[in-house]
């Protein structure tokens, strides 16, 4: 089997003004399939890596493997977690869910914002689905996935420099005050079911 890039939701400048095209270009382009170049190379040298699914390289490899395929999958649901016609309030079932937990979603934001932007080096803030199928704000390293840890993810902010530094430069809390304007609720809430 070879790893294909998957296609972006929408069009590379779809995201405007948010986030630019070259932004998008760059990041989808160069990141995004590099990582999935990268794991064919990989996979080419153990054919045993080359059946597994990246869900199931994530559950069970590690080191250079898990990299690539956990980056893939995170490029891939940050797509998701981003729309054209995203944005505002949520509603639905995760509107729900996060009220519970956090109380409401003005304070979900802030600590979610706090979460992003207070992550130190390069990872994840997602929004996830825990054991008791509680929604809980968790930051990864790296590559780093919360599959691994038996969460669920509903939705995620990639805070890797590459992800807004031609935009933003290096002002992260600038790009999630902005990532805010794209999120995907009805992602999210299909993430939930």
Known sequence: ????????????????PHLSEETLNFHYEKHHRGYVNKLNQLAAEKPAWAGKSYEELIKTE?????????????????????SPNGGGAPTGKVAELINEAFGSFDAFKEKFSA??????GS?????????????QIVSTHDAGNPIKDGHIPVLTCDVWEHAYYIDFRNDRPKY???????????????NLK
Do not use: C
């Open 115 to 120: 979460a992003a932007s207070g992550h130190f």
């Open 1 to 16: 089997m070879t790893y294909e890039l998957p296609p972006l939701p929408y069009a590379k400048n779809a995201l405007a």
């Open 176 to 190: 999630i005050a902005t990532w805010w304007n794209l999120v995907n609720w009805e992602f999210a809430n299909s």
């Open 62 to 82: 590690s080191g250079v493997v898990f990299n690539q395929a956990a980056q893939i999958w995170n490029h891939t649901f940050y797509w998701k977690s981003l």
């Open 123 to 135: 990872g994840w803030a997602w929004l996830v689905r825990d054991d008791n199928n509680k929604l």
